[in-house]
């Protein structure tokens, strides 16, 4: 290098090539198992907390069915006594789901059907909604929702009251037009600074109302427990 420049690295020759390829095997074989055993912690995770969610969500099913039908109201144990209702618009339901009859000496009592309010300020929000054969709500509850702490949970019976002015009501108590929140016109009380979330509650049940009267016959006839199809269209 007599002329002073820096000679140029040979880059087409790696000194000890073979080791360079064992390393980048080794270091390959290591990222696999990594992600291997990261999908599979994860996975682990997911499957243990799902469960636990669903075990909560089911215990807290259960007693919000003792509230809304206490245990003098009716003589079988609400959570053995399940139909099947087919997927229903009026129930924002695109699958089967379950519903609990209330029976008292043989005859049916009372229904609670799963409700959902797909409207709420954080999704869908499912609801319990148990109705006396006479058409009147025998009460309400929230099952689970994302609805905002301070603002959209106030649904909650943990939280305030407010779900619980639904028992009583019925079709005509209101009529049609205090089916809503009073903001729009209606009878239902909004929360401060939250209206969407019971705006979306208060239409739910009266559309839970609305199934019960069209599929009454069904409901409440405990020789056909079975395979309800609701066949009346929403409005009409
Ligand atoms: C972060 C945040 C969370 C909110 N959470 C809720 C909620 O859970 N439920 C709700 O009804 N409104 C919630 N609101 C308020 C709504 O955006 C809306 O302003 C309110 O429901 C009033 O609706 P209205 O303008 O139709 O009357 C939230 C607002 C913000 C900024």
Redesign the pocket.
Known sequence: MSDGQIPLKDTTKVPGGHGLLQSIFRNSLGLGLFAVFTVGLISVTWVSTHERIETQVRAYEAKALMEILPADTHDNALVDAKILLEPSHLLSSQEQREAYIALDDGEVSAVILPVTAPD???GRIELLVGIHRNGTLAGVRAITHK??PG???KINTNVTDWILGFAGKSLGNPITEGWGVK?DGGEFD??T???????AVVAAVYRALQYFEANRNLLLDPLRMTGIREEIQYGQ
Not at 193 to 199: E, F, K, L, Q
């Open positions: 709420g300020y954080s609805e905002t603002l959209g949970d903001k909004q929360f600074g939250a209206t969407i979330t019971p705006r």
